[in-house]
Antibody
């Protein structure tokens, strides 16, 4: 059973950088899957942020691309999200998840999510 | 504003059937597979349907998915109070908003 666990600061100051890590257990980030970040502002819907493959190839939501870096650490079996120049609009629960591609793609395993608040 | 349109809410009585629509275009649903997710209050989303109509192991056959043209539908039969949740569709979009996209979500109330 694959498990994902997000970690990182719960409070970030405006204009700062949001940094989160997703630790993967029961599976390997070097497997044939993409690893993704999704966020959900309070009371709102899901928004895809971007994802990474073990080769280092990334995909990003065009609306966030200029502010996002996603990296992968194979020895530690984890991947990370950095979102810079944050504002209150970036306050959200951030989820990491695994992407399966079987002709069509889908998210099969999700972390429990972590709330990040942007405030001074 | 999502490129995939879902009704904000639907409701039905226990034991009844409900459908949730997800409307898109040729740049997303029309040419890509759709997946559906259930999000119970305060929890992470959970995969319900993948590749338009496939159920992962452990998902009861009360849940079904279909796709026709540029729209997809999630069906739930034999409604239970435990089905009260938010439901999201997702697919790939190849337009200017290229990438993985979600519908806006539908709140299911079991009366």
């Amino acid at each position: 059973q694959v498990q994902l666990q997000e970690s990182g600061p719960g409070l970030v100051k405006p204009s700062g950088t949001l940094s989160l890590t997703c630790a993967v257990s029961g599976g390997s980030v070097s497997s044939s899957h993409w690893w993704t970040w999704v966020r959900q502002p309070p009371g709102k819907g899901l928004e895809w942020i971007g994802d990474i493959y073990h080769s280092g190839t990334t995909n990003f939501n065009p609306s966030l691309k200029s502010r996002v870096i996603i990296s992968i650490d194979k020895p530690k079996n984890q991947f990370s999200l950095n979102l810079n120049s944050v504002t209150a609009a970036d306050t959200a629960v951030y989820y990491c998840a695994r992407v399966v591609d079987l002709s069509g793609w889908f998210f099969d395993y999700w972390g429990q999510g972590t709330l990040v608040t942007v405030s001074s | 504003q999502s490129v995939l349109t879902q009704p904000p809410s639907v409701s039905a009585a226990p034991g009844q059937k409900v459908t949730i629509s997800c409307s898109g275009s040729s740049s997303n649903i029309g040419n890509n597979y759709v997946s559906w997710y259930q999000q119970l209050p305060g929890t992470a989303p959970k995969l319900l349907i993948y590749n338009n109509n496939k159920r992962p192991s452990g998902i009861p056959d009360r849940f079904s998915g279909s796709k026709s043209g540029t729209s997809a539908t999630l069906g739930i039969t034999g409604l239970q109070t435990g089905d009260e949740a938010d439901y999201y569709c997702a697919t790939w979009d190849s337009s200017l908003s290229a990438g993985r996209v979600f519908g806006g979500g539908t709140k299911l109330t079991v009366l």
